[in-house]
C-alpha cells in the first residue's frame, strides 16, 4: 500500500500553482489502484476569511469569499485532471485544515450567520474525496492522519510541539500531520521491535506568506510519499517541489 500526502497548499489568488500539476503528473505516473491520496488540509487560504484583518485594516480591502474558493477550486480541478483516469481508483481523503475552518467560524459568528448558506462546504471542489472534520483522526493503514495533533494528556487545544521523538512518545502511534511549516521526520522503536513514524510537512507552495518574514520563506516544500505503508510502518519518500517541477512538467 503506498500513500501520498499533500501538505498545505494555501492556495489564494494569483500564487503559482504548476507544482499542483507536477504532482498529479507523479501520481497519474507512479500510484496504483486503491492506493491513498491524503490532502492534509488548508488547500484553501480564505484570506477573506482570516480573523486578523478587520474592516478599517491596511488587508481589509479587495477580500472576495468567491474568488478565494474559486481559485482553490481551479487548483483542484487541475489537480484531478492531472492525475486522470486513475482518479477513480485512487482512495482520496481530504483533512479540513483551520483555513478551511474558517467557514465555520464565520457560520457561527453572529456577525455573519444569518448568511449561512454562503459558507458551505459544498462549494469546494471535494467531490472525489472523503472529507474528514478539523482535528478528526483518520487511521489509514495503522497511520493516523489530522491538520495537527493536540497533546491528548495536555489541557489545551494547541498544536503538539517539539522534536518529532517527543510528540511520538506523547501520541504513542505514527502519525501525520501538516499545520507547521517545516519538514520533520523520526521514529522509534518500540519494545516489541515495531516502529512508530511520525511526520510533521506543512508547506507546497513557492509563495511567500508576509506574516513568515524574509528568513521563515524558505523552509522545504513537497509532497511526501509513504511506501510499503502496513500497521503503521512505512518507508518515507520526499518528492520536493524543485524535483516535481522539473522532472514532471
Given at each position: 500500500m503506498r500513500h501520498v500526502m499533500i501538505p498545505d497548499t494555501q492556495i489564494k489568488k494569483g500564487v503559482p500553482v504548476k507544482h499542483i500539476v507536477a504532482a498529479g503528473n507523479w501520481i497519474r505516473e507512479h500510484l496504483k489502484p486503491g492506493d491513498k491520496v491524503i490532502i492534509i488540509g488548508d488547500w484553501w487560504?480564505?484570506?477573506s476569511l482570516s480573523s486578523y484583518d478587520r474592516p478599517g485594516s491596511q488587508d481589509w480591502e479587495n477580500k472576495d469569499l468567491d474568488e478565494d474558493i474559486e481559485s482553490g477550486n481551479n487548483a483542484m480541478?487541475?489537480?484531478?485532471?492531472?492525475?486522470?483516469?486513475?482518479?477513480?481508483?485512487?482512495?482520496?481523503?481530504?483533512?479540513?485544515?483551520?483555513?478551511?475552518?474558517?467557514?465555520t467560524r464565520a457560520r457561527e459568528a453572529a456577525e455573519t450567520r444569518i448568511y449561512g448558506s454562503v459558507f458551505s462546504y459544498k462549494r469546494l471542489n471535494l467531490e472525489r474525496c472523503k472529507w474528514h472534520p478539523f482535528l478528526n483522526i483518520k487511521t489509514l493503514n495503522g497511520v493516523h492522519y489530522s491538520h495537527y495533533f493536540t497533546d491528548p494528556n495536555a489541557h489545551t487545544d494547541r498544536p503538539i510541539g517539539g522534536t518529532i521523538q517527543n510528540r511520538l512518545r506523547k501520541l504513542m502511534?505514527?502519525?501525520?500531520?501538516?499545520?507547521?511549516?517545516?519538514?520533520?521526520?523520526?521514529q522509534l522503536m518500540t519494545v516489541n521491535g515495531k516502529f512508530i513514524h511520525g511526520l510533521v510537512s506543512g508547506r507546497f507552495y513557492s509563495?511567500?506568506?508576509?506574516?513568515?518574514?524574509?528568513q521563515k520563506n524558505r523552509e522545504w516544500s513537497g509532497v511526501n510519499v509513504l511506501n510499503d505503508v502496513r500497521n503503521g510502518e512505512y518507508d518515507i519518500m520526499p518528492l520536493s517541489q524543485r524535483y516535481l517541477e522539473r522532472e514532471y512538467l
Open positions: 487560504d480564505f484570506p480541478a487541475m489537480f484531478f485532471s492531472a492525475v486522470g483516469k486513475l482518479n477513480k481508483k485512487l482512495d482520496w481523503h481530504f483533512c479540513e485544515g483551520n483555513h478551511e475552518h474558517r467557514m502511534g505514527s502519525f501525520v500531520m501538516g499545520h507547521q511549516q517545516e519538514h520533520r521526520f523520526d509563495h511567500d506568506e508576509d506574516y513568515r518574514g524574509p
